[in-house]
């Protein structure tokens, strides 16, 4: 159990990134109404900058 928690705590930015900013994102572009490139849904294009950012922050330990 402590392994799985020291799993989850050490890819948090990660998660957080994906979980929470990139749907906050896709919200944002819908209700900005904002094209997204190439034809993406407004949460697909959230979800790879969340993800994205999520894993700079995992990578460098820090959020900018």
Do not use: C, D, E
Request: zero cysteines.
């Amino acid at each position: 159990m402590q392994f799985v928690l020291k799993n989850i705590i050490h890819f948090m930015p990660l998660i957080f990134g994906v979980g929470f900013l990139g749907p906050l994102l896709g919200q944002i572009i819908s209700m900005l109404n904002w094209q997204a490139p190439l034809g993406l849904a407004p949460l697909t294009l959230g979800l790879i900058i969340g993800g994205a950012w999520g894993a700079f922050a995992q990578y460098k330990g820090r959020w900018i």
